[in-house]
């Protein structure tokens, strides 16, 4: 059964912390990896990772893909509270978006 | 321009009633989604759809049908409405085959009484 895991649920930092964002899968065919961040409304894309080892960078947020040990992390460096969210990744089957439970970011001023 | 628009933004019904929700997306993108938010905030795809497949998350009650009039459009209709569906519906657009991210919109709120 495909599937994808993220840890933790739910953190509590200070600003000025910074958080790493894990991101487990387990699918039969892989195409791409890709995080979103969700606020009040609906999710809005982050980044998309297809290949092992190359960083994505946007800004304060950063993400890597390990093709062979099945994960992904997303780093927030230099917090923020409107980094506040809940963080989604998700994973493209070819004819699929597996999502985790995503991860609840609360950052505390 | 919004690149995927919903309506209606929030739907207060009944039980038992049978609603529609309706989606467009203006990227020109070939494959559309529905997904489902419950309280919980965990999202569950429910169908794909392209011009060649659809694809239906087989735990999806056959109450729920997409319907697509065209490649911009793919609206979800509900018969016979259950508390259990009171959720936050979610579509969204991707380009299929090019690996591209999916573009959700606002999303609808539904609350069945």
């Known amino acids: 059964e495909d599937k994808v895991v993220q840890s933790p649920l739910s953190l509590v930092v200070h600003e000025g912390d910074t958080v790493t964002l894990n991101c487990s899968y387990e699918?039969?065919?892989?195409?791409?990896l890709l995080w979103y961040k969700q606020e009040k409304k609906a999710p809005t894309f982050l980044f998309m990772l297809?290949?092992?080892?190359i960083e994505k960078k946007s800004g304060r947020l950063s993400s890597i893909l390990d093709k062979k040990e099945l994960f992904s992390i997303l780093n927030i460096t230099a917090t923020q509270t409107g980094d506040s969210a809940i963080y989604l990744c998700a994973v493209d089957t070819g004819n699929q978006f597996y999502f985790g439970t995503g991860t609840s970011l609360t950052v505390i001023p | 321009d919004t690149a995927v628009s919903q309506t209606p933004k929030y739907l207060v019904t009944q039980m038992g009633n049978d609603k529609s929700i309706k989606c467009e997306q203006n990227?020109?993108?070939?494959?559309m989604y529905w997904y489902k938010q419950d309280s919980k905030k965990f999202l569950k795809i429910m169908f794909s759809y392209n011009n060649k497949e659809l694809i239906i998350n087989e735990t999806v009650p056959n109450r729920f049908s997409p319907k697509s009039p065209d490649k911009a459009h793919l609206n979800l209709h509900i018969n016979s409405l259950e508390l259990g569906d009171s959720a936050v519906y979610f579509c969204?657009?991707?380009?299929?085959?090019?690996?591209?991210?999916?573009?959700f919109g606002p999303g609808t709120r539904l609350l069945v009484l």
């Open positions: 990227l020109g993108h070939d494959t």
């Open positions: 297809t290949s092992s080892g």
């Open positions: 699918v039969t065919n892989f195409r791409s």
């Open positions: 969204a657009s991707s380009q299929y085959g090019t690996e591209g991210a999916q573009y």
